[in-house]
């Protein structure tokens, strides 16, 4: 007999965004112009390659992605996508609708050939940035109505946290994720990997809340310590992969430790 463990509740206020608009909509239009430029380098074979995500290869990874962009390009397919996810969410009893919701996505694109796939994502990327940005500051401060479960805590999160931040995380570590399935090297410059990884750098030290000193590695690597923690080093990539639940790519690192802290992605 398994026994299914219920997940806390945060009884912190909602987490909200610390991102200018600004910064966020150029970090936003960045991810998506990389998403695509990635996309057209992928051969007839790497569409089939697995990824880290149990039961998605890249095509499927593809697929969701599109996915998110459709839900924020148009406030319909918000509404539509949403509700479908949370009727599924709760006939399965399950505490959160983020899986029913990529499951849909996934399967709502399964079906477009691999030009149709690049063609809708390109097409996507100025309706999602402009859904993204219309959304009006009284709008983005309320809570979004479903909880989120990150570390095994169900938290909430204001819908601003969501659009500027989570919305890009997201893009960014599939990005990673055909990379790593497919070996092509992935394009990383501090400008802008840089500045998503502080953002994860800092939630995730707000997080745990404990002296900490951490070395990242590669060209969006840098130095950040609070107090006098003991020295954590890995590459920058990785450590976005270990605090997202994902393994290390590459190194042999283990999530241990401060490192066992998980920042939304």
Not at 31 to 53: D, I, K
Not at 169 to 195: K, N, S, V, W, Y
Not at 211 to 218: A, F
Request: positive net charge; aromatic residues 6%; charged residues 20%.
């Amino acid at each position: 007999m398994t026994t299914t463990r219920t997940p806390e509740i945060s009884r912190y206020a909602p987490r909200t965004a610390s991102l200018d608009r600004d910064l966020a909509t150029q970090l936003a239009v960045t991810e998506y112009q990389r998403g695509e430029e990635l996309l057209t380098q992928l051969s007839a074979e790497h569409w089939s390659a697995p990824t880290v995500n149990t039961g998605w290869d890249v095509r499927a990874t593809a697929g969701h992605m599109i996915g998110m962009m459709e839900m924020m390009g148009s406030l319909a397919q918000l509404i539509y996508q949403q509700m479908a996810a949370q009727r599924v969410a709760r006939s399965a009893g399950a505490p959160v609708s983020i899986d029913a919701l990529t499951a849909l996505q996934v399967r709502r694109n399964a079906g477009l050939t691999v030009d149709e796939l690049i063609g809708k994502y390109r097409t996507l990327v100025p309706k999602a940035v402009r859904g993204r940005q219309r959304v009006p500051a009284v709008i983005r401060r309320r809570t979004l109505p479903e909880r989120q479960l990150v570390g095994g805590r169900l938290e909430r999160w204001t819908l601003g946290y969501l659009i500027d931040v989570v919305l890009t995380r997201d893009p960014f570590m599939h990005r990673l994720d055909i990379h790593a399935a497919t070996g092509l090297p992935p394009q990383i410059t501090g400008e802008h990997e840089g500045r998503i990884i502080d953002g994860v750098v800092q939630e995730w030290a707000e997080r745990h809340g404990r002296p900490y000193t951490l070395h990242l590695t590669g060209p969006a690597g840098g130095h950040w310590s609070t107090g006098t923690g003991d020295p954590i080093r890995l590459d920058a990539l990785d450590f976005c992969r270990v605090t997202s639940g994902r393994p290390a790519a590459t190194s042999n690192v283990e999530p241990a430790g401060l490192l066992t802290t998980a920042v939304p992605f």
